[in-house]
């Protein structure tokens, strides 16, 4: 059924293409109502308009509060015209059928990432424009409904097609983009309302996004994906500009997150390299080539084909040194000319800029969903330094010792559980991640650190000589044991088990230097 368009009504905030839409209308000889500021820029354009006000015979009243809450608004966006009691009341009301609602919502996002005060937030809540858009929509059968920019194409080359008319199908395509922009608004003012009420976890809770990608597939070919980005606008992947390089994939999306939120741990330079959402070489340094080359040492065989990230500018000596190793993902808050030129001798490699870091410590929500629903927690921002660190051996760490210890702590924090992290002199050297036993996880830590030492042609393994860190307490000696075995010397773990004191004791008879934590972090 198509419905030819007579009369439309604008009102937006996104005015973005909304002159040259007018002017479409206007050459079909349709009818623009409009209000505000989008009224004023139709007309400063050429584009005749009626104002909302004279159009209901009602001022504007209240700073604008109510303006379009009118039976001449909302009876001509609601009217069925297949219903002679609908067409009757129109008649008997004087009310003008309204064929096509163009409006989009006051700018209530962007008002509250620019920090505004709550006054200016609350201001920014649109009233009007949800209920003239959740009408329209209702009433696709009749009624065109148009929130964003990008859609006046389709209405034009539709009306074009069609003697000045829309189809059916677009309108109710068009209703279904509606009401997920009004749900998401929506959704931003509760959570948002929420959070300024300092709860949580609400009674009832709405995730809102919007579709930044469609993606070829999701962890499998035969799943499909999708990307989308959140109010937070936390700087990562997301927001990234890709200079180069093919299409991200939902694991290289997946991965390079992971990669790039572990790198915001630290303020020296520091390289991560990540394979399958864990970590297979990270390291600190003076500049950031060295800190590579650290990194890369841990494990150079799942180093190939993995994510690498910096937290601070990539510089041509280390784009030399990435382009020597087949990567699928570089990403950096900025990448110098002389880099960038480096890469784009790589066509494949995907190259991403951040402008800027997350903030470690910033708060915020992560979800994971579960049959039947989702489970929603705070993100995990704790963080320890030294003055938190409670010595339990006879032996107390050297200061290296401390420094290496809270180094593989953090980077603890990013390996999937059970997770055990050997470090020395700034640079992890063996990773053991997500094992059943967190035994097993020192023992593998401690067999791929040998294995790197044996293909570099180095005498003994990096373990030697190192720290380890345990993400979660030792609930027996033998996890201990077996990173001494390794050749560690100190140990930094959450404490808390129930055998703490055999453990410790077992430290003790190694001449181990430990440290509890009091703060544990799993990753599942």
């Not at 909302?52 to 379009?68: N, W």
């Not at 509250?112 to 009408?135: L, W």
């Not at 997301?238 to 741990?265: C, I």
């Not at 390794?486 to 190694?510: F, Y």
């Amino acid at each position: 059924m198509s419905n030819a368009i007579r009369r439309a009504l604008v009102s937006v905030s996104d005015k973005s293409g909304l002159v040259e839409f007018g002017k479409f209308l206007t050459a079909q000889g349709i009818e623009i109502l409009s209000t505000g500021g989008s009224a004023r820029a139709l007309s400063d354009a050429g584009v005749p308009v009626i104002e909302v006000s004279a159009h209901t015979g009602f001022p504007e009243i209240m700073d604008g509060r109510v303006k379009t809450l009118h039976p001449k608004i909302h009876g001509g966006i609601l009217a069925r015209r297949d219903l002679k009691t609908h067409t009757d009341a129109m008649e008997e009301h004087d009310i003008a059928p309204i064929d096509l609602v163009v409006v989009n919502l006051y700018p209530f996002e962007a008002t509250v990432t620019s920090g505004a005060d709550y006054e200016t937030c609350v201001e920014n809540i649109d009233i009007g424009g949800p209920g003239m858009v959740r009408a329209a929509a209702k009433n696709h059968g009749f009624v065109t409904i148009v929130t964003d920019p990008a859609d006046y194409a389709l209405i034009e080359e539709e009306m074009k097609a069609n003697a000045g008319a829309t189809s059916l199908g677009l309108r109710r395509k068009l209703a279904a983009t509606a009401y997920s922009h009004t749900a998401r608004y929506d959704s931003m003012i509760s959570n948002w309302l929420q959070g300024e009420c300092g709860v949580d976890f609400p009674r009832e809770t709405t995730l809102g996004g919007r579709h930044k990608q469609s993606l070829r597939y999701g962890e499998n070919p035969h799943q499909v994906a999708a990307v989308y980005s959140s109010i937070d606008a936390r700087p990562g992947v997301v927001t990234a500009e890709q200079l180069q390089g093919k299409e991200l994939s939902y694991n290289n999306l997946n991965d390079t997150d992971a990669a790039f939120e572990l790198v915001s741990e630290f303020e020296a330079p520091t390289i991560a390299i990540i394979k399958h959402a864990n970590p297979c070489g990270v390291a600190t340094g003076d500049n950031l080539s060295e800190a590579y080359k650290a990194a890369l040492a841990c494990d150079p065989t799942s180093a190939f084909g993995g994510i690498i990230a910096t937290n601070t500018t990539m510089d041509a000596a280390t784009a030399h040194l990435v382009a020597d190793l087949f990567a699928e993902v570089i990403i950096a808050p900025s990448i110098d000319d002389e880099a960038r030129a480096i890469f784009a001798t790589k066509k494949n490699l995907r190259v991403l800029v951040t402008g800027e870091m997350p903030n470690p410590a910033d708060t915020g929500i992560a979800m994971k969903t579960i049959s039947g629903g989702f489970l929603l927690q705070g993100r995990d921002n704790g963080r320890i330094t030294a003055k938190d660190l409670k010595i339990v051996t006879k032996r107390a760490p050297t200061d290296q010792e401390v420094a290496d210890m809270l180094f593989a702590f953090r980077v603890g924090k990013h390996v999937k559980s059970n997770a055990i992290v050997y470090a020395k002199n700034g640079a992890i050297v063996g990773i053991g991640a997500g094992q059943m036993s967190r035994v097993d996880s020192s023992r593998i830590a401690a067999w791929k650190s040998k294995e790197a030492a044996d293909t570099a042609g180095q005498a003994q393994a990096g373990t030697i000589g190192s720290v380890v860190s345990s993400d979660a307490f030792f609930p027996f000696a033998d996890g201990l044991l077996a990173a001494a075995d390794a050749g560690a010397t100190a140990v930094i773990q959450p404490g808390g088990s129930m055998r703490d004191a055999d453990v410790i004791a077992a430290a003790d008879e190694a001449g181990l230097a430990m440290v509890f934590t009091g703060m544990r972090h799993f990753r599942h």
